[in-house]
């Protein structure tokens, strides 16, 4: 088996059927062995019933639950659960172009080096988003950085998002740690952060491995009108903000971590001014702007709320856990010489 396409889904009924059709159409996959995997997230729908339905034309689908609430134990499900070394995710409200999944497969013959590599993910709104959504589209897992390939450079904070990336699941094993030990798990779950994704790929990034953009995947994620709304927007990219000191500073340690925290929380303060200045009371009325005050109090304030709120107790935040993730092994996977 090359491929497993994981669909982590909550309720996601009414979307699947969408997402099934577009895997049904699927082109130039004839040399490649593939399966679909959908991962109930304790759905309360007729999530499994839809499922069943496919099934009976979809011999390659597989279905299987995650009782634990939050995207970062579906995805630790799907890596347990694949039978591919390529564990390609998909939303259940993204749909893949019909070359989709070949693409997939090319590219980690053409890129062996590449550990990780996200999709070019296209917007479909249902309603037109609000005036100068674009200075937050990547919020909403939107990427297009043209029409080559792109290597994520080690330190850089940009990374794929979690829709549309490809993870060789040998890499996983070898360097990601249990989801039990990460701090971000998803929004529904008990950290209640996200940037789950982020964190993930944040441990690949480090590691001998390399993450890249595929521009030949290419999907586009469905945006529902309730997420283009005040009340889903403002706590969403405040989350976000929150969650930020998380992989701001992963990988530091002792003095480095503290000189590297206090250059963050000036940079944040100093955006924040900026705004305010620039923005002054339109941030009442202008969304936007808005969110975007939203996120840059929640990353000021994020090591203060993440300590109080005991997320920093974590493994995966301590030093000594991700210098044992990282230490040499003779047994772990590692990328082939260039």
């Known amino acids: 088996m090359d491929v497993t396409v994981a669909i982590p889904t909550y309720n996601g009924a009414l979307r699947l059927p969408d997402v099934f059709q577009k895997l049904q159409r699927q082109v130039k996959t004839d040399a490649i062995g593939w399966e679909i995997l959908v991962i109930d997230n304790n759905s309360s729908d007729r999530t499994q019933d839809v499922v069943a339905h496919y099934q009976k034309t979809m011999p390659q689908l597989r279905y299987c639950q995650e009782l634990r609430q939050g995207v ?16 390609a995710f998909l939303d259940d409200d993204t749909l893949p172009n019909a070359d989709w999944v070949s693409a997939v497969a090319e590219f980690a013959q053409t890129h062996p080096q590449a550990g990780a590599y996200g999709s070019r993910i296209h917007a479909d709104y249902a309603v037109p988003p ?7 589209a990547c919020f909403f897992a939107i990427v297009d950085l043209g029409s080559k390939p792109q290597l994520y450079r080690k330190n850089s904070r940009f990374l794929p998002p979690g829709a549309g990336v490809v993870v060789r699941r040998s890499v996983w094993q070898e360097y990601i740690p249990s989801v039990s030990e990460m701090t971000l798990t998803g929004r529904a779950s008990p950290a209640g952060l996200p940037d789950e994704d982020l964190e993930m790929l944040s441990y690949i990034r480090f590691s001998p491995w390399e993450i890249w953009y595929n521009p030949a995947m290419e999907i586009t994620h469905k945006i529902p009108a309730a997420r283009l709304e005040r009340k889903y927007l403002i706590p969403f990219l405040r989350g976000i903000g929150l969650s930020s000191y998380v992989t701001r500073t992963m990988g530091t340690k002792g003095i480095k971590k503290y000189v590297l925290t206090l250059a963050y929380l000036g940079n944040d303060l100093k955006k924040i001014l900026l705004h305010l200045l620039k923005y ?16 840059f109090t929640g990353s000021l304030v ?6 109080k709120a005991g997320y920093l107790r974590k493994k ?3 030093p000594n856990a991700l210098a044992r993730s990282f230490a040499p092994s003779t047994q772990r996977a590692r990328p082939p010489h260039h």
Do not use: H, K, W
Request: aromatic content about 12%; hydrophobic content about 40%; charged content about 25%.
């Open 280 to 295: 002054r009371t339109q941030v009442r009325t202008d969304l936007v702007a808005a969110c975007e005050l939203e996120y």
């Open 130 to 136: 609000p005036p100068n959504f674009g200075r937050i």
């Open 316 to 318: 995966a935040m301590t």
């Open 72 to 87: 970062g134990f579906a995805r630790d499900c799907a890596f347990r659960e694949a039978r591919g070394e390529l564990v």
């Open 302 to 307: 994020s090591p203060f709320f993440l300590r």
